[in-house]
């Protein structure tokens, strides 16, 4: 029996959700990240139709947590030990075979020796053990945000992470897709190149492209000027337009309005992006940005999710930290 990653928009048991619990790593943004999570909590939980397991890393976040959202119905808070929030890359895929489910579990170095801290490492076992799968540990690196399924086989990745030699030194476009289709049943690999400037993954495709439905891809054309992702957006577009999917069917591009430039309180670019978009059981929750909220983004969105509700929640404390709503949370499929 093959190994199937099911999409994101297939039903799920259950939402995992990363809460700010070190207040040393967000300094002056740590109060707002833990509201702007707390917001996206509620609306997993409540228009998202989700049952969120919110994961926390210290007593202390524990506590912030329930003091929160403690009294809130379907969020399950759930006491842990992480470094910091990012459980779409230090937890685990879940995958099914058969009618068995495993949880598939990858070494973490902290996006290539950047970021390395206490406990990150076991999140995908913690995860594990609370679903109640077993943990299929593998042998290299591997960050869950790099890859994005459409449920029939076919992963979107970039080649500037995936094949980064801070990484798995030496992978090949062949090495790299063996290894896929060993941990996680992929049958069809479709390679970008760069992702958003100044990104500290070195280009997670979710925030550059993510599946929708099947054979349908959206990615962000520039907005604005100075946009400076406008390049990686146009080349991302034109790579997806000539690529088939596992099944042998061309896929259909969808241009969606990128946030353009967006800074932080020092004038700097941040690798702000409405592709890190989560999609729940009965919505879809878009980070947006003040600078300028997103709105025609939404409207897109919405056309190409009817059966579901079409969310913008702010999401610039998190960003902060290095990135948005998909990067915290991981889906446990049902």
Same mark, same amino acid.
């Given at each position: 029996?093959?190994?199937?990653?099911?999409?994101?928009?297939?039903?799920?048991?259950?939402?995992?959700?990363?809460?700010?619990?070190?207040?040393?790593?967000?300094?002056?943004?740590?109060?707002?990240?833990?509201?702007?999570?707390?917001?996206?909590?509620?609306?997993?939980?409540?228009?998202?139709?989700?049952?969120?397991?919110?994961?926390?890393?210290?007593?202390?976040?524990?506590?912030?947590?329930?003091?929160?959202?403690?009294?809130?119905?379907?969020?399950?808070?759930?006491?842990?030990?992480?470094?910091?929030?990012?459980?779409?890359?230090?937890?685990? %895929?879940?995958?099914?075979?058969?009618?068995?489910?495993?949880?598939?579990?990858?070494?973490?170095?902290?996006?290539?020796?950047?970021?390395?801290?206490?406990?990150?490492?076991?999140?995908?076992?913690?995860?594990?053990?609370?679903?109640?799968?077993?943990?299929?540990?593998?042998?290299?690196?591997?960050?869950?945000?790099?890859?994005?399924?459409?449920?029939?086989?076919?992963?979107?990745?970039?080649?500037?992470?995936?094949?980064?030699?801070?990484?798995?030194?030496?992978?090949?476009?062949?090495?790299?897709?063996?290894?896929?289709?060993?941990?996680?049943?992929?049958?069809?690999?479709?390679?970008?190149?760069?992702?958003?400037?100044?990104?500290?993954?070195?280009?997670?495709?979710?925030?550059?492209?993510?599946?929708?439905?099947?054979?349908?891809?959206?990615?962000?054309?520039?907005?604005?000027?100075?946009?400076?992702?406008?390049?990686?957006?146009?080349?991302?577009?034109?790579?997806?337009?000539?690529?088939?999917?596992?099944?042998?069917?061309?896929?259909?591009?969808?241009? %969606?309005?990128?946030?353009?430039? %967006?800074?932080?309180?020092?004038?700097?670019?941040?690798?702000?992006?409405?592709?890190?978009?989560?999609?729940?059981?009965?919505?879809?929750?878009?980070?947006?940005?003040?600078?300028?909220?997103?709105?025609?983004?939404?409207?897109?969105?919405?056309?190409?999710?009817?059966?579901?509700?079409? %969310?913008?929640?702010?999401?610039?404390?998190?960003?902060?930290?290095?990135?948005?709503?998909?990067?915290?949370?991981?889906?446990?499929?049902?």
């Amino acid at each position: 029996m093959s190994l199937v990653v099911p999409a994101e928009w297939a039903p799920h048991r259950a939402m995992w959700l990363g809460f700010p619990s070190h207040e040393d790593l967000w300094g002056e943004d740590f109060a707002q990240a833990q509201a702007e999570v707390a917001a996206l909590a509620r609306a997993l939980a409540g228009p998202g139709q989700e049952r969120v397991r919110l994961m926390t890393g210290s007593p202390d976040g524990e506590a912030a947590a329930r003091r929160m959202l403690g009294d809130v119905a379907r969020i399950e808070i759930v006491a842990g030990a992480f470094g910091d929030i990012w459980l779409r890359d230090t937890g685990p %895929i879940f995958a099914r075979q058969g009618d068995g489910w495993s949880a598939r579990g990858f070494r973490f170095n902290g996006w290539g020796g950047k970021y390395v801290y206490p406990h990150d490492d076991t999140v995908a076992a913690q995860i594990a053990g609370h679903a109640g799968v077993p943990l299929a540990s593998n042998a290299f690196i591997l960050e869950g945000g790099a890859l994005d399924h459409d449920g029939f086989g076919t992963v979107l990745t970039t080649g500037q992470c995936l094949l980064n030699a801070n990484r798995n030194p030496g992978w090949s476009a062949d090495v790299a897709e063996a290894a896929l289709a060993a941990a996680l049943g992929v049958r069809k690999t479709l390679w970008l190149g760069d992702g958003l400037q100044n990104d500290h993954t070195d280009g997670h495709v979710d925030n550059l492209a993510r599946f929708v439905a099947p054979g349908v891809v959206v990615c962000p054309v520039a907005f604005g000027r100075g946009d400076p992702n406008m390049d990686a957006y146009d080349d991302a577009a034109r790579r997806l337009a000539g690529m088939t999917d596992a099944r042998g069917g061309r896929l259909k591009v969808v241009r %969606i309005p990128s946030p353009g430039w %967006i800074e932080n309180a020092d004038g700097d670019y941040v690798p702000a992006s409405h592709m890190n978009f989560i999609i729940a059981n009965g919505a879809v929750i878009v980070p947006t940005y003040a600078q300028r909220p997103g709105e025609m983004a939404l409207q897109a969105l919405e056309s190409l999710f009817p059966d579901r509700k079409v %969310i913008g929640l702010p999401s610039a404390a998190i960003l902060t930290g290095g990135g948005s709503f998909h990067c915290i949370t991981q889906q446990e499929p049902a």
